[in-house]
């Protein structure tokens, strides 16, 4: 347990962030009124989610490794906190969208529907809380993993 807990704890900071990011989302408007810009606002958060690996891998070398780390050790790490961060994303999906933003998935609906992007039925089908757990459970292991690789290459010290 000893060996994981800087990536476990990096997990949950990086989902208290999230957290935190979707409260600012709602807080803007993105989430209602400006929610025909919310699927390129929300990039803005891809350097925060890069800082967080940056910090884990960080850390992970600093106090685990004795100030070096191989690509492959730190790319393992990135890769655990990934996981850590996938298990715990339906956890924060729900959160969102059962306190923060409820509205969410209806906002979003009659904004594709009304704008003729999307039929209402399929709408429907991917604006629900089982589709948005399953993308962020997804794209927390694709988008973790690229950026553990990524992030690894420049955090390696020999």
Same mark, same amino acid.
């Given at each position: /347990?000893? +060996?994981?807990?800087?990536?476990?704890?990096?997990?949950?900071?990086?989902?208290?962030?999230?957290?935190?990011?979707?409260?600012?989302?709602?807080?803007?408007? #993105? +989430?209602?009124?400006?929610?025909?810009? +919310?699927? #390129?606002?929300? &990039?803005?958060?891809? $350097?925060?989610?890069? =800082?967080?690996?940056?910090?884990?891998?960080?850390?992970?070398?600093?106090?685990?490794?004795?100030?070096?780390? %191989?690509?492959?050790?730190? =790319?393992? %790490?990135? &890769?655990?906190? %990934?996981?850590? *961060?996938?298990?715990?994303? $339906?956890?924060?999906?729900?959160?969102?969208?059962?306190?923060?933003? $409820?509205?969410? =998935?209806?906002?979003? @609906?009659?904004? %594709? *529907?009304?704008?003729?992007? /999307?039929?209402?039925?399929?709408?429907?089908?991917?604006?629900?809380?089982?589709?948005?757990?399953?993308?962020?459970?997804?794209?927390?292991? @694709?988008?973790?993993?690229?950026?553990?690789?990524? *992030?690894? *290459?420049? /955090?390696?010290?020999?």
């Amino acid at each position: /347990m000893k +060996h994981i807990r800087i990536e476990l704890k990096w997990a949950v900071i990086f989902t208290i962030m999230t957290l935190a990011w979707m409260l600012l989302e709602k807080t803007l408007g #993105w +989430h209602d009124e400006d929610i025909a810009d +919310h699927y #390129w606002l929300t &990039l803005l958060f891809i $350097p925060f989610a890069v =800082f967080m690996y940056v910090l884990e891998i960080r850390e992970k070398r600093r106090r685990f490794y004795n100030k070096k780390i %191989s690509w492959k050790q730190a =790319f393992l %790490s990135g &890769l655990l906190m %990934s996981v850590f *961060v996938a298990l715990l994303s $339906p956890l924060a999906q729900y959160i969102t969208h059962n306190y923060i933003t $409820p509205e969410y =998935f209806k906002n979003v @609906i009659d904004y %594709s *529907v009304t704008n003729k992007l /999307m039929t209402i039925e399929t709408a429907n089908s991917y604006f629900n809380i089982n589709s948005y757990i399953l993308q962020s459970v997804l794209g927390a292991l @694709i988008g973790g993993i690229t950026t553990s690789a990524i *992030v690894a *290459v420049f /955090m390696r010290r020999k």
